[in-house]
């Protein structure tokens, strides 16, 4: 295996099992092909050599003949003596009868090692048919399709083993899936009570007949206030664990350009109130399928990112645009030039960037960790990218409605 993954480097070739198990099987046919002709041709040349040097030991053959003996005896030993000439002659003349046997066996040699290494590859191939299988179902099967299962039919070899053991990992992993999703809803109705109860009793608190003192309103309005972050929060945590684990509603049509449109016109006001510039971006005809209350959430979230993490008086754009299969939500604002890396973590749960920024103080850090996974969870992906002149461009790519998911796109979805 060493030196067959040494012959494969010079070329820049793959090294694949397949090419791997090729060159082994036409290594040592080529090998055990040399050992038997080096054994051929010696066996050839001993025996040249023992007959020319009988012959060589009476080279006069019939010089001492008596001349009693008859014609018989003497066309005999003529016989034997041309037998030992030629033989010599062949054994020590340029073109003799072994060189041309040695040159068709070497000729005969490298026609059986290129059919040999034909046959290597399409045995490997055949061999190694059920792993590509295997590993092509690995590929498919995500958090969102975990029961899909292997089911490999075949004899019970380590290619079976490796496809059962597979198989229970996943029934593992389905479980361990279904158990959070069974948490998230338990602690959605466990939680919201408590926070329900905590909102009442404040209302009550406030609403009797006699004024409260101006530090008990102002402390009424901070608790208030606090609660309805946590409430927040844990929308954003719980719509966050659905989006992950969970299954998708019914697909239903959206058109990108109303659920954008929509998605500004409800921000007009946070718009107007920081000064901000609505600047003209592309438009499309692009349909996705999925979710429309989560697309729509998604989209939220990206407006809501360019209004508030934003500098006042500054710019945002949010258009839309439509390629061959893939839609893209475009939204741009403006703001101080951002550092790459950093932005690159945006899109993990409570991962911010400075707080000089306006609204910087609201916000619960999940928005683009939902709008990563409900990307995710439609066959699309999300791209954050710091624009070179400042502010931050946001790219969201979904599969055109009825059109297959890309392949490298096909494992998470």
Request: charged residues 20%.
């Amino acid at each position: 295996m060493r030196l067959a993954g040494l012959a494969i480097r010079p070329f820049g070739l793959r090294r694949t099992v397949r090419s791997r198990m090729t060159l082994l099987y036409g290594a040592l046919f080529l090998m055990s092909g040399a050992v038997l002709l080096a054994i051929a041709s010696g066996v050839v040349t001993a025996r040249s050599t023992t007959r020319a040097a009988a012959v060589n030991q009476n080279p006069a053959g019939t010089q001492g003949l008596s001349s009693g003996q008859s014609r018989l005896a003497q066309a005999d030993n003529r016989i034997r003596q041309l037998e030992g000439q030629l033989a010599a002659a062949q054994h020590s003349g340029p073109p003799s009868v072994t060189h041309e046997l040695l040159v068709g066996s070497l000729i005969a040699l490298a026609v059986m090692a290129a059919i040999s290494a034909l046959l290597g590859w399409l045995m490997a191939g055949h061999a190694l048919r059920p792993l590509r299988t295997i590993t092509a179902t690995a590929r498919r099967i995500s958090e969102y399709n975990l029961h899909e299962r292997m089911a490999f039919d075949g004899p019970r070899d380590e290619l079976k083993d490796l496809a059962d053991t597979f198989d229970g990992l996943l029934e593992r992993l389905e479980a361990a899936f279904a158990a959070q999703r069974l948490f998230v809803a338990n602690a959605s109705h466990e939680l919201r009570t408590p926070l329900a109860t905590m909102r009442a009793a404040l209302d009550v608190a406030m609403a009797k007949p006699d004024p409260p003192p101006a530090q008990t309103v102002a402390l009424a309005g901070r608790l208030r206030g606090e609660l309805n972050r946590v409430d927040e929060l844990l929308e954003g945590l719980l719509v966050l664990a659905r989006t992950q684990h969970g299954t998708l509603e019914a697909r239903e049509i959206l058109v990108l350009d109303d659920a954008v449109a929509a998605a500004v016109g409800a921000r007009a006001e946070a718009i107007a109130g920081a000064c901000l510039t609505l600047r003209q971006a592309g438009t499309s005809d692009a349909t996705v399928a999925g979710s429309q209350a989560l697309l729509r959430r998604m989209i939220d979230n990206v407006v809501d990112n360019a209004i508030v993490h934003n500098q006042r008086g500054g710019w945002l754009t949010a258009g839309t645009r439509a390629g061959p299969a893939m839609a893209r939500i475009v939204v741009e604002n403006g703001g101080p030039v951002l550092d790459q890396v950093q932005v690159d973590q945006l899109a993990q749960p409570f991962k911010r960037l400075g707080a000089d920024r306006i609204g910087s103080e609201h916000g619960s850090g999940l928005g683009l960790s939902i709008v990563a996974a409900v990307a995710t969870a439609h066959g699309g992906r999300l791209d954050l990218r710091a624009r070179s002149d400042g502010g931050l461009r946001v790219t969201i790519e979904l599969p055109l409605a009825g059109r297959p998911i890309p392949a490298d796109l096909a494992g998470v979805a």
